[in-house]
């Protein structure tokens, strides 16, 4: 295994939390993801070691997301949520109590313009810290701090309206 497919390897939980971030729904975050390793695999001669895997491979993912956006926008289709499972023998209410708060909680991230989304995402989802994520993003570190101050506060905003 090349260093390339061991880094693009250790790199897939951290690019599902992203694209869980940015799609707000499992299956699209899925698909967000295979197509940014297709992409990436596609793209590998372009990719010079010694540089940051991470970084490239969350431009690609974002990119991918973009593209995804804007095809959507064209096509006028609606995804529906993700399936909601039961479990047999005990008490249901919690779990359906937590899925509608994290469906809630989802469906306001889709709502966060895309610049304060994938702040969150990096850094509250996927527990990069600042400094981290200005670099991938290729911003200000007070950039990063402004988007998420302002993707934090209209989280909290539209979770309470509801």
Partial sequence: MSAF????EDMLPRLRRFA?????NRADADDLTQV??????????????????DA????????????TVRSRARSCKIIE???AG???GHDPRP??????????????MERLPLEQREVVALVLIDGLGYRETAELLDLPIGTVSSRLVRGRTALLAMVKEG
């Fill in 5 to 8: 497919e061991k880094g693009l």
């Fill in 20 to 24: 869980h971030g940015l799609a707000a």
């Fill in 36 to 53: 940014t390793i297709e992409r990436a695999l596609r793209a590998r001669t372009q990719w010079q070691e010694g540089s940051r895997l």
């Fill in 56 to 67: 490239w491979l969350y431009r690609i993912m974002r990119n991918c997301w973009i593209d």
């Fill in 81 to 83: 949520s993700a399936e």
């Fill in 86 to 88: 039961e479990h047999i």
């Fill in 95 to 108: 779990q359906i109590d937590a899925r509608l708060d994290l469906d809630r909680l989802m469906r306001a």
